[in-house]
């Protein structure tokens, strides 16, 4: 009779697990894994051991290992499915096809179109939202644009550039940056597709149109939709060879999306109601008791999905399938530095017997002391002992806080690597003694950095206004983040900004390293901005001479940084904002935040993308690559600004151009004098007009390796300047505009780029570029 207990136990056992498989439709003999692969339910292999259409799986046992293969036609290889993200890692063989001679009857024959379908309009599936791009690999100086497929194609997601250097037409090796692992832009590109779609169609050309197709010994380029990481992991297997990528066997992974009820979005993007979470709860697919349905829609289709609730963790398609985490088993990681009791989906957490205090911090609970009462009461029989306790307490606090303020201030002294700096000036005394400025002295000379000492903000910190105890009138930056990994960086260009003497560059006189964030102190420049001078209200701002002087002073101090010191610096954010000016007007150079150095031996570095809309170079954008052309172009586009005093980053014509583009444009047909300013017309001589528009469009050109050096620039406004001085006065370009050779400004009459055409000047800037340099980056 003992033996019946038990057999009732292990009756009720199997029925309980006969009614959690039916409350699933999942049949006890399906398949859960099929090689090397999970098949977790909704998803399932074979009639019966799947939630639904779409979801059903098959199991290829010819290979060896099995492989599991998406849906009956088996398109796509499943690496993984992800429960909690609702996601599926599968791979296919091939990229995208490109045709070439496709399109509109004014298109290029060398213009190819594409189409990536992925599974087509049925099924639950779409490109996730995250986690893919869009690459180019064997690709000199061409460009793909990612669009919405159907009747959206004007629609673009994605874009992405891939440049050669000089006429290297033939290169297939890949340039992988050794630190973020990504392509530098050179010979290959990869782009973040962001929105999740079931198709996509790709426009494929040269970014100058009017050049064909190269011809590539290992094949033509190819275009791929592909898993973000795929393509180092790609290049690191062939160790700097040529991509082996053949399309009829290559497999790229993609992470796909998939939801519950999948349902095609109607015209409009409506959201059909059959696609959203029922309201018949038995009628969801979320089986578990601790589930809930989540309404989910993409750009093309929509449905939902299930979650586990807070506080469980599993498989919600499954009844029971959503179990309790015990948060105990990581208290500390869950905010529990006491006693932690774990409850079904939470947890409670107290201070243990005996104990009180903050179960919340660590070491926030203490031993209780039956002292405690008796020592209040004896501070309370006697007024004088209590006031003597608080005195003493108040002074112990203080004390306690300067300990604490001090080791802070060690803290990160050390850790912004004060030794290093002192180091590095340990030969030069003069710079060694004012270097290293004390937090304390900041503090005095900005009144605990109060926000009426303010100046400005920018995009790496504020600036305040202090008065150092030697009376020197300060600018005092302080910065907003901190990045480990490059305080060695920031140390290094200390030292090297601490050792500039330069008249058209802002002094560095020191830093604090004893904040979080190191604090940088420049001398006070109390004249403002360029930017401020120049687009005043009114008809009249800075002279054409004193323009043409600011430039020139403005060179003079880039082509010092890039060429005369002992570790060239790239500014990397030259603009008008950042250009300075004193009481007589004379121009000083600033805000070295985004600056980088490179050595000699090195002609640019792989960085992350800086920079200011409508002065960035377009060129660094695409590749990442950051060289001494970058601060060419910047400054290039500075020469724009005072010819027309127009806003960069604000100017767009009717027909879509930015002001770099207007003025190319303007310029090679013979158009000038329509975008100059009418004071610079009134005052300019014609020809120096025209010699600095020239430099202007040659620093802008899209290519690097076609613009000039900044040595170079200089020299060219040094001579311009040079010819005001000795030549006799000229007719205006206001009188000349007025005149009968009112072009006198000719598409002739003016030089371009070595061994390149007036046609190619003016398709430099098309439309799709103008598109990728639209979007706003951060400083």
Same mark, same amino acid.
């Given at each position: 009779?003992?033996?019946?207990? *038990? ?19 999942? *049949? ?31 199991? /290829? ?26 996601? #599926? ?40 939202? /995250? ?33 050669? &250097? ?15 692992? *990504? ?226 201030? +060690? $803290? ?6 004060? +030794? ?57 930056? $302080?910065?907003?983040?901190? #990045? ?52 005043? @209200? ?39 904002? @950042? ?38 170079? &377009? ?51 013979? @158009? ?6 009418? +004071? ?6 014609? $020809? #120096? ?42 007719? @205006?370009?206001?009188?000349? $505009? ?39 980056? &951060?400083?």
């Amino acid at each position: 009779m003992a033996s019946m207990p *038990r057999l009732v136990s292990l009756v009720a056992a199997v029925l309980v697990l006969l009614h959690a498989v039916a409350g699933t439709g999942l *049949r006890p003999d399906c398949p859960t894994t099929c090689g090397d692969a999970a098949v977790p339910f909704p998803f399932g292999i074979g009639a019966g051991c799947y939630h639904s259409a779409g979801f059903n799986l098959t199991c /290829d046992k010819s290979r060896d290992p099995p492989r599991l293969l998406l849906g009956d036609a088996g398109a796509f290889q499943v690496l993984d499915v992800s429960i909690a993200n609702a996601t #599926v890692r599968a791979a296919r063989v091939g990229g995208i096809n490109i045709t070439y001679g496709v399109g509109n009857a004014s298109s290029s024959t060398d213009e190819g179109r594409g189409e990536w379908r992925g599974l087509g309009d049925a099924g639950p599936f779409v490109l996730a939202d /995250d986690g893919n791009e869009l690459i180019i690999v064997r690709g000199c100086d061409v460009l793909a644009l990612l669009t919405a497929g159907g009747n959206s194609t004007n629609i673009t997601i994605s874009g992405c550039a891939s440049f050669c &250097p000089g006429t290297d037409a033939g290169r297939t090796t890949l340039s992988i940056s050794a630190t973020d692992r *990504r392509c530098t832009g050179v010979g290959c590109c990869q782009m973040p597709i962001s929105v999740g779609r079931d198709s996509y169609e790709v426009r494929f050309r040269r970014l100058d149109a009017s050049q064909p197709l190269p011809q590539f010994a290992d094949g033509p380029p190819l275009v791929l939709i592909a898993e973000q990481g795929w393509l180092a992991q790609a290049a690191a297997s062939t160790r700097g060879a040529p991509l082996p990528v053949n399309l009829d066997e290559t497999a790229v992974p993609v992470s796909l999306g998939w939801a519950i009820g999948s349902t095609h979005l109607g015209p409009g993007g409506t959201v059909p109601e059959s696609s959203t979470c029922p309201t018949d709860a038995t009628r969801s697919a979320c089986k578990s008791s601790h589930s809930s349905c989540r309404g989910v829609s993409t750009a093309t289709r929509a449905g939902y999905v299930c979650d586990c609730d807070a506080g469980f963790q599993g498989n919600p398609y499954l009844a029971g399938g959503c179990h309790d985490i015990n948060e105990c088993e990581k208290a500390d990681a869950n905010g529990c530095f006491g006693e932690c009791i774990n409850t079904d989906g939470s947890f409670e957490c107290r201070c243990p017997a005996g104990t009180q205090g903050d179960h919340t911090k660590r070491h926030g609970c203490v031993r209780s002391s039956s002292s405690t009462g008796l020592s209040i009461g004896v501070g309370a029989s006697s007024g004088a002992s209590l006031i003597l306790l608080v005195l003493m307490a108040i002074l112990i606090t203080r004390k306690h806080r300067r300990q604490r303020a001090k080791k802070l201030r +060690q $803290k990160y002294f050390k850790q912004n690597r004060g +030794q290093l700096l002192q180091q590095l000036v340990a030969q030069r005394a003069d710079i060694a003694e004012r270097m290293i400025i004390p937090l304390e002295e900041l503090e005095k000379a900005t009144n605990s950095f109060d926000r009426d000492r303010e100046l400005g903000g920018g995009g790496h910190g504020t600036v305040y206004k202090g008065i150092l105890s030697d009376l020197h009138v300060v600018a005092i930056k $302080k910065s907003k983040i901190a #990045v480990q990994r490059e305080i060695d960086e920031f140390i290094n260009e200390v030292a090297i900004l601490s050792q500039i003497n330069h008249r058209n560059v802002v002094k560095l006189f020191g830093c604090c390293l004893e904040t979080e964030v190191p604090l940088l102190v420049y001398e006070f420049v109390s004249n403002g901005t360029l930017y401020s001078h120049l687009h005043v @209200n009114g008809p009249r701002s800075l002279s054409w001479g004193d323009r043409l002087r600011i430039a020139t002073e403005t060179a003079k101090a880039i082509a010092y940084l890039h060429s005369s010191v002992s570790i060239p610096i790239i500014h990397r954010d030259i603009k008008s904002t @950042n250009i300075l000016l004193d009481d007589t007007r004379t121009s000083k150079v600033s805000d070295f935040g985004a600056s980088r150095c490179i050595p000699i031996d090195q002609s640019g570095i792989t960085t992350k993308v800086q920079g200011t809309l409508g002065y960035l170079d &377009p060129a660094y954008y695409y590749t990442q690559r950051l060289t001494d052309k970058s601060d060419v172009y910047s400054f290039g586009v500075i020469l724009v600004e005072l010819l027309t005093r127009r806003k960069p980053f604000s100017h767009v014509t009717s027909e879509g151009e930015g002001l770099v583009a207007h003025f190319v444009t303007s310029f090679t047909e013979g @158009n000038l004098v329509d975008i100059l300013d009418t +004071q610079v017309m009134e005052e300019g001589n014609i $020809k #120096v007009v025209e010699e600095v528009a020239a430099l202007a469009a040659t620093c802008v050109k899209l290519r690097g390796e076609d613009r000039p050096t900044m040595r170079q620039v200089e020299m060219a406004l040094e001579g311009i300047q040079a010819s005001m001085k000795h030549d006799s006065p000229a007719g @205006n370009l206001a009188v000349e $505009k007025s005149g009968e050779n009112s072009s006198n400004i000719s598409r002739n009459s003016l030089p371009t780029g070595e061994g390149r055409s007036m046609k190619e000047e003016t398709r430099q800037y098309s439309l799709e570029e103008e598109y990728l340099l639209s979007a706003r980056y &951060p400083r």
